[in-house]
């Protein structure tokens, strides 16, 4: 298995893991991350274990190195001029046994090193894997909105594995080697002659720069057919998620087409990636045995000329031989650190990223003042603009008032969608400030801000868990009865009770393998169960049949009691009863008043949304009736 070897070599290509080989990272700023997150690793005993496992690692180097010595001495004793006898016999034994003994704890040493550091490795990768998902988490909506979930989840993953690695194969592989080479370079030169530990030096050096020449040689043919291997995986996965799609068109036949072809691809560059490593275990393999064959030779003539024994001949040997081993991995090890460092760096650049909303050194929890009837919200000035979009809100204010109900309308892209975003404090406002309860949203922190205000979106995500889990996420401690009340509430319950497994049904990934009214209720039993001081409705009924959207509009009715209501609507007839209507264009407030003012206002906005839809709704009305007559 030289040169990575067959095994790892192709678990590394099946595993499709390098697309792209970007430049190194600079290797001492690397190293030094990598030793400070093992410091905060928290990992037991972490100073000890570290100590313990550097010794037992360079014990079984040295005995690494001894133990042919101790063969030589023994067939030295075998083949010296001594009486036949017991003695003899005993002696040979006594060396040979004692070579096994000492090969076996240079062999055992490095696995008990292992063990000892096992936790520290394992601490490390969790805290790297846990500080990176829990920042990502913390970081705001625009980085997520411009990030590639998939992406974000392969980098935390290869990142986190990669700091297994590099201490395993750094600390207790290639390091280690490279103390065994100056070990037996000196007691070749020490025990027999210097031209001994030059050989083995010289052929090391020539076996590691063509190692490292031809594998550099070799990453463009794997990073062509990892490429390939990414194209083939992603046809597959498209196909498969998008299955109806691909059965509506009839396009199975395509699609297995096209899949043949990137296999095909594969497959070329397959065949190159194998060649070359065909070629890197061949070159590997007649260094070594030249070098074998040098180190014979010379053992040879010492012995001839009766400076060296025929147990020193084997020594030699054996020293050389035992020096080759770790070197097998060598060139899949080259590779995999580098690729390690790049995944650790990339890692590392989501933890360094800066959260654009993020809470004030000691800022305090959000206070509700007692006995107040909902929260006050308040926009005061409030301006904010997209990157990506021309518009953006504008000196928008308003005040709404505990206890009261606020609808926003307006056509898309007018900023409703802003200002719920803002109230939640997923954006902070670029000028002006948002006001909860009298309190600046910048200036408390951002857990007590969201445990007061509860939003129930038009696209309801859920998590792949059961009913029960995703409708007490608001509320992880709330009881089974304080569950099923929300459910009740979000006219919910009699759908759960008809499921075979009831609440403990799974929902599937996203909530799919529900119906978009049903995610809906569920969204809005998870708001009501966190029973907040301000609840944001951003178009909660919009995929409720008209039957059961009455039903929940009447439940949103009696769950508004009590709290101050934000309201996102297109169809007007669910905000009548709002006590401010505000109408939003091109992120300005052009319009607000009550239902009843804004209808009378002659060439008003509202007036003419609100002409329109009860229009549309008559004349659909009149279809029906006229298709039943």
Request: aromatic residues 6%; charged residues 20%; hydrophobic residues 50%.
């Amino acid at each position: 298995m030289r040169g990575g070897g067959g095994g790892i070599e192709a678990k590394a290509q099946r595993a499709g893991g390098e697309a792209e080989t970007p430049p190194d990272p600079k290797t001492i700023p690397a190293l030094m991350d990598l030793m400070r997150l093992v410091a905060r690793s928290g990992a037991p005993q972490l100073r000890v274990r570290l100590v313990i496992s550097i010794l037992l690692t360079m014990a079984g180097k040295g005995l690494g190195v001894l133990a042919p010595l101790v063969l030589g001495a023994a067939v030295n004793h075998l083949a010296a001029d001594q009486p036949a006898g017991v003695s003899v016999g005993l002696g040979f034994a006594g060396f040979a046994v004692g070579w096994a003994i000492v090969r076996f704890l240079s062999s055992g040493a490095p696995q008990l090193s292992d063990v000892v550091f096992a936790p520290v490795r394992a601490a490390a990768q969790r805290t790297a894997a846990t500080e990176t998902f829990a920042h990502a988490l913390s970081l705001s909506l625009d980085f997520h909105q411009t990030k590639r979930s998939g992406a974000l989840s392969r980098t935390v993953d290869r990142g986190s594995r990669s700091v297994d690695f590099l201490l395993r194969i750094l600390a207790f592989n290639l390091v280690p080697t490279g103390l065994e080479l100056v070990l037996a370079a000196g007691v070749l030169a020490g025990k027999y002659d210097w031209r001994f530990g030059a050989v083995a030096v010289a052929v090391v050096a020539v076996y590691a720069v063509l190692t490292l020449a031809i594998s550099n040689w070799r990453i463009e043919h794997r990073r062509t057919m990892n490429t390939a291997d990414t194209e083939a995986a992603g046809q597959v996965v498209d196909a498969l998620i998008n299955y109806e799609t691909v059965k509506s068109f009839g396009a199975e036949s395509r699609a297995a087409l096209g899949y043949d072809r990137a296999l095909g691809a594969y497959n070329a560059a397959a065949l190159k990636a194998n060649s070359s490593l065909a070629l890197l275990n061949a070159v590997q393999a007649l260094i070594m045995n030249i070098g074998l064959g040098v180190m014979a030779v010379m053992a040879g003539f010492e012995a001839a000329a009766g400076r060296m024994g025929p147990g020193d001949v084997t020594a030699a040997v054996l020293i050389l031989i035992s020096l080759y081993a770790p070197l097998n991995i060598l060139g899949f090890a080259y590779r995999e650190i580098r690729q390690s460092f790049i995944d650790m760096e990339e890692m590392l650049k989501v933890t360094r990223q800066t959260a654009q909303v993020a809470d004030a050194p000691g800022a305090p929890d959000l206070v509700h003042a007692e006995g107040q009837k909902g929260g006050a919200l308040a926009f005061e000035d409030v301006s904010f603009r997209h990157d990506a979009r021309a518009n953006g809100l504008e000196d928008v204010s308003f005040t709404v008032k505990p206890g009261t109900t606020t609808a926003l309308v307006g056509p898309s892209g007018s900023g409703k969608s802003t200002i719920v975003k803002l109230a939640l404090r997923l954006l902070d406002p670029q000028v002006g400030r948002v006001v909860v309860d009298g309190a600046d949203v910048r200036d408390v922190t951002q857990a007590s801000l969201r445990r007061a205000v509860a939003l129930v979106p038009q696209d309801v995500a859920l998590f792949n868990d059961t009913l029960a889990v995703n409708i007490a996420f608001a509320r992880p401690e709330a009881t089974e009865d304080e569950v099923w009340a929300a459910a009740e509430a979000a006219e919910l319950a009699g759908f759960i009770r008809s499921l075979p497994d009831g609440m403990q049904t799974r929902v599937g990934e996203r909530g799919l393998k529900l119906s978009g009214g049903e995610r809906q209720r569920v969204g809005i039993a998870r708001a009501l169960l966190a029973d907040p001081c301000i609840l944001i409705l951003d178009e909660a009924t919009s995929a409720l049949d008209s039957r059961t959207e009455t039903a929940i509009q009447k439940t949103l009715r009696k769950a508004k009691a009590g709290r101050t209501t934000l309201v996102v609507a297109h169809r007007l007839s669910t905000i009548a009863d709002a006590e401010q209507i505000l109408v939003l264009k091109a992120g300005r407030i052009v319009e607000r008043g009550a239902h009843h003012e804004l209808v009378a206002r002659v060439g008003g906005e509202y007036a003419a949304l609100w002409k329109k839809q009860t229009r549309g709704a008559r004349i659909g009305l009149d279809e029906v009736q006229s298709a039943g007559g």
